[in-house]
């Protein structure tokens, strides 16, 4: 989390660009010439992905500290579609990005423990080790309680890792469970206090700890309350731009410095060409431009 | 759902096999010859978790219903291991398992609707269609809302699949979130209502929904009140054997019929062979023996 907060410090830029690829955002002369040369497979799908997040990954590497590649929308195109995942973490990484992998991973400990070393940690294979998947950071879902957190967090302090854990999310049915009045607190303030247990043994010079918070930029009055409760935590905060979350919205989850949040956009990034009507050999000029509007509304507002 | 009920009833035996291939789980003889023929490098151990779920598969077929690949141990092999979990779905498939691939994904509904895409339905390929992962049905986690689930629901609907929600999980750290109670009734109660709410119009003629729970066995006393709730779903019930769960603590959760509800077992068949000492070459024989006392142990208790 140090890395993150560093190279936001760097670039003025608390904002990361999330890599979510539907086929419809990639412009038609990429999909056309993978489709040529791949024919209607997983695997054109897969090369259209690539070229797509390194034309956007190359437009963005000066500006935007962090990347948070979507595992679902490489998933859903098989085995082609997560070699695709797997290349634009690599990729990201050599352009010198912050990864956040977008998993929302959770299960029991002994398993959890194997998906935390699929992420943040080392594969044991036959007495070498391998990394699986080598992001910085990897988004959890914490309704199986500590059991489920703690592989993480352990993994976070051997490796230097973070994690961001689901608290209030940015979706309109996310009070459903989160909002639910326990004793006179909400759910995801109970999750919040758990987040600062989960976290305090990783705190370091920063201030701020390794388990950051996903908690949406839909939600002013919550976010408000869990920024106060959570002085130590990285807020990972979707919903900014095409979810309906404005600058004002967001504002007062910063620090003083400017620090202690990271904003994403991804299909306002993405799709910035589609929504100028330009066409697609612009997108990486139009996702840039969107980039740097963006960062100027974020700090302009904090 | 309904397909794997009527395995249950055919067997006669209402219990999944857990895959959850860690490598110190798998014979030597089957790791050896994977390192000397692929090096230590994921490769071989993809081929060697082939090796061993075809094996496990081959000699449990023709007596247990179904089988539950889990995929954070895939994830932790990267690439390879994520073909390795491609592969065991397909072959699971070709041997007539019913296939629960637990995942436990869950998002925004936008996304969500790709993991759907990726697990219960088809993907758009440039005008054609394509399966990126084939199982029956996924376990999903339910902290998000019903925008999270919904788009799993019609999948089930549009593709006769179905998803398992995790309501109680078996682990020890599952009541801190799952049994804080709001008006009179804990969180994993509320979700088993959601449950019922979306599963309510995928009901068919055997009774139950297409949304099935996640209720672990080591809870039975929670167990038991979810049943009461919850009486047209499914029950995955992770927990039992190596977990602690017994048979008598799992018998209500059945129907007078012996229906509704389908025991997990991972390790106890895996493992099988290396608790009752024996050389790794005899390790079908045994999970297939572990299988038929887990089956006995359970019918004979319902």
Redesign the interface.
């Known amino acids: 989390m140090k890395e993150l907060l560093n190279k936001i410090k760097q670039m003025n830029n608390p904002t990361v660009a999330g890599l ?1 690829p ?2 419809s955002y990639i412009p038609s002369y990429i ?1 056309e010439k993978a ?1 040529k040369e791949y024919g ?3 695997k ?2 897969a090369e259209a992905i690539l070229e797509f997040n390194k034309g956007l990954m190359d437009a963005l590497s000066d500006i935007v500290p962090a990347v948070k590649p ?1 595992s ?2 490489y ?5 082609e ?3 695709a995942y ?1 290349e634009t973490i690599k990729y990201a990484k050599e352009k010198g990005f912050y990864v956040i992998a977008d998993g ?6 002994s ?2 423990d ?2 935390a ?3 943040l940690g080392k ?6 080790q ?4 080598e992001p910085d950071s990897l988004t959890v ?8 957190i703690l592989p993480f967090v352990k993994r976070c302090e051997e490796f230097d890792k973070g994690i961001f854990v ?1 608290v209030k ?10 909002d ?3 004793d006179g607190e909400e ?1 995801y303030v ?2 919040a206090k ?1 987040v600062n247990q989960w976290g305090e043994s990783t705190v370091n010079e920063t201030g701020y700890s390794a388990v950051g918070a996903v908690v949406g930029a839909t939600y002013p009055e919550q976010s408000k309350k869990l920024r106060a409760i959570m002085p130590k935590t990285v807020f990972l905060v ?1 919903g900014y731009g095409a979810q309906g979350g404005t600058a004002k919205d967001i504002a007062h989850l910063f620090d003083k410095d400017g620090m202690g949040a990271v904003v994403n956009s991804s299909r306002g990034i993405m799709c910035a060409y589609q929504k100028a009507g330009a066409p697609g050999e612009a997108f990486c000029e139009f996702a840039r431009k969107e980039a740097i509007r963006m960062k100027e509304d974020i700090t302009s507002a904090i």
Request: negative net charge.
């Open positions: 979510d539907v086929l999909l489709e209607k497979t997983f054109a799908a979507q679902a929308y998933e859903m195109y098989g085995l579609g997560v070699r797997y929302k991973r959770n299960d029991i400990g398993t959890s194997a998906y070393t699929a992420y594969t044991q294979l036959f007495g070498d391998g990394r699986a998947f879902n914490p309704y199986l309680g500590s059991d489920g689901l999310t940015s979706n309109p049915s996310s009070g459903e469970l989160q639910l009045v326990v759910i109970k999750v758990l979707p």
